[in-house]
T-cell receptor
Framework: DTAVSQTPKYLVTQMGNDKSIKCEQNLGHDTMYWYKQDSKKFLKIMFSYNNKELIINETVPNRFSPKSPDKAHLNLHINSLELGDSAVYFC???????????????????FGEGSRLTVL | AQSVTQPDIHITVSEGASLELRCNYSYGATPYLFWYVQSPGQGLQLLLKYFSGDTLVQGIKGFEAEFKRSQSSFNLRKPSVHWSDAAEYFCAVAVRRALTFGSGTRLQVQP
């Protein structure tokens, strides 16, 4: 039973199209994330939701819109796709460990297998 | 800004040899530190984590890492590498309710 599952695994589309990637976690975690991994394998946080509330929104074009219908799901919709959007998008989830001396303590992240988006 | 640096982009070791992958962090408080491994075409799998306590942490697949506050390092080690260890390795630090990752080290294992 997959803990964090995302669909589709591969997505090939034309510039200008709109596409969505879906993510579901069955771990009962409070927090879900979207990360982007570029061609050089660099991983960058895009968004984070805690109990359906957006808590991290990095410098991402507003063509990217996350939606969390409930705390087990976090979808990513991308409008007007551009060549530079080609990447692997990873969904992840974690259980927050509460607020400590150094701020919020993030537990380990559990990752999905990734969705490889290719924009032609 | 809080960050992690992995100085080695690519490392090649012979099967059976020992391995050390370097990670340096920049963080004002006591960091939560992680090592993840990514096999080709796969997601990331946690190898080990450091939150507090014993500075030498044991992980899965025979890996261990040592937290050294004086050197701001969290290096990953394995005494004897197997061909199946060939993968991309990422160090990460918990920052602002997310993980910030290093740029990764690609490990190649020679027979």
């Amino acid at each position: 039973d997959t803990a964090v599952s995302q669909t589709p695994k591969y997505l090939v589309t034309q510039m200008g199209n709109d596409k969505s990637i879906k993510c579901e976690q069955n771990l009962g975690h409070d927090t879900m994330y979207w990360y982007k991994q570029d061609s050089k394998k660099f991983l960058k946080i895009m968004f984070s939701y805690n109990n359906k509330e957006l808590i991290i929104n990095e410098t991402v074009p507003n063509r990217f819109s996350p939606k969390s219908p409930d705390k087990a799901h976090l979808n990513l919709h991308i409008n007007s796709l551009e060549l530079g959007d080609s990447a692997v998008y990873f969904c992840a989830s974690s259980q927050d460990m509460g607020f400590g001396l150094a701020g919020w303590n993030t537990g380990e992240l559990f990752f999905g297998e990734g969705s490889r988006l290719t924009v032609l | 800004a809080q960050s992690v640096t992995q100085p080695d982009i690519h490392i090649t070791v012979s099967e059976g040899a020992s391995l050390e992958l370097r990670c340096n962090y920049s963080y004002g408080a006591t960091p939560y530190l992680f090592w993840y491994v990514q096999s080709p075409g796969q997601g990331l799998q946690l190898l080990l984590k450091y939150f507090s306590g014993d500075t030498l942490v044991q992980g899965i697949k025979g890996f261990e890492a040592e937290f050294k506050r004086s050197q701001s390092s969290f290096n990953l080690r394995k005494p004897s590498v197997h061909w199946s260890d060939a993968a991309e390795y990422f160090c990460a630090v918990a920052v602002r309710r997310a993980l910030t990752f290093g740029s990764g080290t690609r490990l190649q294992v020679q027979p």
